[in-house]
Nanobody
Framework: QVQLVESGGGSVQAGGSLRLSCAAS????????MAWFRQAPGKEREGVAA???????SYVDSVKGRFTISKDNAKKIVYLQMGSLKPEDTAMYYC???????????????????WGQGTQVTVSS
C-alpha cells in the first residue's frame, strides 16, 4: 500500500521560507513522478512543482524562481523548498506520486493516483 506523509508546513510572514517534505513508502516501481499540489479555500487544486526519477522538473509559473523541488532517492523523500513566500501561497499542500506517463513530470492531478493528507502553509502579510 502506497503511503505519502507530508511535513514541514506552518505559518510564516511574507518573504519568509519553508521546506516541505514528502516521504513515500510502499511504492515499488523504480521510476516515478512526484509532485506538490496546493489548494486554497474556494479554489481548485493547482499543480505547483513536480520531479521525476530522472531528475526532470516542472514548475507552475507563479513559483518559478522562488520554489525548488528536489529528491532523495535513497530515502524516497521529495522536498519543496519555498522562498520569498507570498500571502497568495497560502494553501493546503499535497504530495502525490505515480508512474511516469509523459516525457516530463506533469502538474496534472489526474496523472497521480496516490496522495498524501496534506500540510497547511499560511503566509501572512
Amino acid at each position: 500500500q502506497v503511503q505519502l506523509v507530508e511535513s514541514g508546513g506552518g505559518s510564516v510572514q511574507a518573504g519568509g521560507s519553508l521546506r516541505l517534505s514528502c516521504a513515500a513508502s510502499g511504492y515499488t516501481y523504480s521510476r516515478y513522478c512526484m509532485a506538490w499540489f496546493r489548494q486554497a479555500p474556494g479554489k481548485e487544486r493547482e499543480g505547483v512543482a513536480a520531479i521525476d526519477s530522472d531528475g526532470g522538473t516542472s514548475y507552475v509559473d507563479s513559483v518559478k524562481g522562488r520554489f525548488t523541488i528536489s529528491k532523495d532517492n535513497a530515502k524516497k523523500i521529495v522536498y519543496l523548498q519555498m522562498g520569498s513566500l507570498k500571502p497568495e501561497d497560502t494553501a493546503m499542500y499535497y504530495c502525490a506520486i505515480d508512474i511516469p506517463r509523459r516525457t516530463y513530470p506533469p502538474l496534472i492531478s489526474s496523472d497521480y493516483n496516490y496522495w498524501g493528507q496534506g500540510t497547511q502553509v499560511t503566509v501572512s502579510s
